[in-house]
């Protein structure tokens, strides 16, 4: 079935620890997404990507790291910077980057500190 | 600014209860989208429903309905009879075309409890 894989589902980092979240769709969509969700503060968004080999700082970009070297991946690091990394990590993808489009999401990671 | 405020954190019902799951909006464009997603325990949003800002229809799937209303700024849900798997958090998304043409904003969710 066509659809959005993150893994891992749980993720423990330690302090001055780079981790790796894992995001990878077989959809065929040109555009990707992360956001990052915390108890009663929606989603925000950390980087977005348009295409292969782009991307963008979204509106809490400090403290993490993307690349987009394939289509069908878009890896988020959390860096040893990002002082408050536990949330819920969720990756998206969309057909296109045009605003119309709905995106379709992964099941989450969630990351905690030791 | 765009901005999607969803005024109601957490709404309990018993089975078989409607209930409203509010939105409201603020845009300065005149073209844009308004988005309902449902999240479920698992973690995954699931898209349910888009709508543009030049049709104001309602809409009606099953026991899911839209009320859009460009005069409030508001893009309200309603789920009819409401049953225990609708239990989740949903969220409402606005995506203009000048604010950013590559991201949603989300409101901040309202999580439904169906009681059996």
């Known amino acids: 079935d066509g659809g959005i894989t993150q893994s891992p589902k749980y993720l423990f980092r330690k302090e001055g620890q780079n981790v790796t979240l894992s995001c990878e769709q077989n959809?065929?969509?040109?555009?990707m997404y992360w956001y990052r969700q915390d108890p009663g503060q929606g989603l925000r968004l950390i980087y977005y990507s348009q295409i292969v080999n782009d991307f963008q700082k979204g509106d809490i970009a400090e403290g993490y790291s993307v690349s987009r070297e394939k289509k069908e991946s878009f890896p988020l690091t959390v860096t040893s910077a990002q002082k408050n990394p536990t949330a819920f990590y969720l990756c998206?993808?969309?057909?296109?980057?045009?605003?119309?489009?709905?995106?379709?999401f992964g099941d989450g990671t969630r990351l905690s500190i030791l | 600014a765009q901005k999607v405020t969803q005024a109601q954190t957490e709404i309990s019902v018993v089975e078989k209860e409607d209930v409203t799951l509010d939105c409201v909006y603020e845009?300065?464009?005149?073209?844009?989208?308004l988005f309902w997603y449902k999240q479920p325990p698992s973690g995954e949003l699931v898209f349910l429903i888009r709508?543009?800002?030049?049709?104001?229809q309602n809409e009606i799937s099953g026991r899911y309905s839209w009320n859009f209303q460009k005069s409030t700024s508001s893009f309200n849900f309603t789920i009819t009879a409401s049953q225990v798997v609708d239990s989740a958090v949903y969220f409402c998304?606005?995506?203009?075309?000048?604010?950013?043409?590559?991201?949603?904003?989300f409101g901040t969710g309202t999580r439904l409890k169906v009681l059996a």
């Open positions: 998304a606005l995506s203009g075309t000048t604010s950013g043409t590559y991201k949603y904003i």
């Open positions: 998206a993808s969309s057909i296109s980057p045009r605003s119309n489009q709905p995106q379709h």
């Open positions: 845009t300065r464009d005149t073209t844009y989208y």
């Open positions: 709508r543009n800002s030049f049709d104001e």
């Open positions: 959809l065929n969509h040109d555009a």
